[in-house]
């Protein structure tokens, strides 16, 4: 049996934000404005290659002084969130082969610390911290399970990566979709913290602040959805507020 043929290699032109930090990015659209410096690199690539195979090989073989985010490289940590060509993706995802050239990568729409980094923590302070990060599992609700397990469980979806929030239109006193999605989950998970849970999410820069661009959803890399969750609050509340109180509804 003969052995496969080697993927082709190609170079394709990359041009990356560089910026020793401290601006502060705007919210969509997302063109890149005409001052952004954008450094122009070369690259050697295969159709299988990502965006953050390309900024690996960029700081290896080109220009050591670039920074970007990562770590799990497969989609799970949600550390290595860009814009590539106007798209919010996380690069450890986004193929190349997506993409026509000139391969344009930029920050999310948080303030830079520097090149492809955001500075992240006022997104992480805006989530809940007393919501659990684990789930009864849906995946195997019909497998056997051992005598000493009582039920399957599994982590949330989202990975916190921002995305969602980096391409909402709505201001920065919005909760966020990440965060109402979160409550969503807690109240799915605990009905009798009802009133609180809706309380929380009921005030100007809460449900009723989203816009329903459905951007969120849109670039979700984990399928959360948030603007369903929001959907499935705003419904909550006024079932609270105008009828008899039911089941948040499940997606």
């Given amino acids: 049996?003969?052995?496969?043929?080697?993927?082709?290699?190609?170079?394709?032109?990359?041009?990356?934000?560089?910026?020793?930090?401290?601006?502060?990015?705007?919210?969509?659209?997302?063109?890149?404005?005409?001052?952004?410096?954008?450094?122009?690199?070369?690259?050697?690539?295969?159709?299988?290659?990502?965006v953050l195979d390309a900024l690996e090989y960029i700081r290896s073989h080109?220009?050591?002084?670039?920074?970007?985010?990562?770590?799990?490289?497969?989609?799970?940590?949600?550390?290595?969130?860009?814009?590539?060509?106007?798209?919010?993706?996380?690069?450890?995802?986004?193929?190349?082969?997506?993409?026509?050239?000139?391969?344009?990568?930029?920050?999310?729409?948080?303030?830079?610390?520097?090149?492809?980094?955001?500075?992240?923590?006022?997104?992480?302070?805006?989530?809940?911290?007393?919501?659990?990060?684990?789930r009864p599992s849906e995946l195997n609700v019909d497998a056997p399970r051992p005598s000493e397990v009582s039920e399957f469980s599994r982590f949330e979806d989202c990975i916190e990566c921002g995305l969602c929030v980096s391409v909402c239109p709505v201001s920065s006193t919005f909760i966020g979709p990440a965060a109402l999605a979160m409550y969503n989950r807690e109240l799915e998970k605990s009905p009798?913290?009802?009133?609180?849970?809706?309380?929380?999410?009921?005030?100007?820069?809460?449900?009723?602040?989203c816009e329903r661009a459905l951007n969120c959803s849109r670039v979700c890399p984990t399928g959360v959805y948030p603007a369903r969750h929001i959907a499935e609050l705003k419904r909550a509340l006024e079932q609270r507020d105008t009828g008899p109180r039911g089941s948040p509804v499940r997606r």
Wanted: charged share 25%.
């Fill in 62 to 134: 080109i220009d050591e002084t670039i920074s970007y985010r990562h770590s799990c490289h497969h989609g799970s940590c949600g550390t290595c969130g860009v814009v590539v060509n106007g798209e919010s993706r996380l690069a450890c995802l986004a193929r190349t082969a997506e993409f026509a050239e000139p391969i344009t990568v930029t920050p999310m729409m948080f303030p830079v610390h520097r090149d492809l980094v955001s500075r992240m923590q006022a997104f992480h302070s805006s989530l809940p911290r007393d919501f659990g990060y684990l």
């Fill in 192 to 209: 009798r913290r009802r009133d609180e849970l809706l309380d929380a999410v009921s005030s100007s820069d809460g449900v009723a602040a």
């Fill in 1 to 50: 049996m003969s052995e496969p043929m080697s993927e082709q290699t190609t170079n394709r032109t990359f041009r990356v934000y560089r910026s020793a930090g401290g601006e502060a990015r705007k919210k969509p659209p997302f063109e890149s404005p005409p001052e952004m410096n954008l450094v122009e690199y070369s690259v050697p690539v295969t159709n299988c290659r990502t």
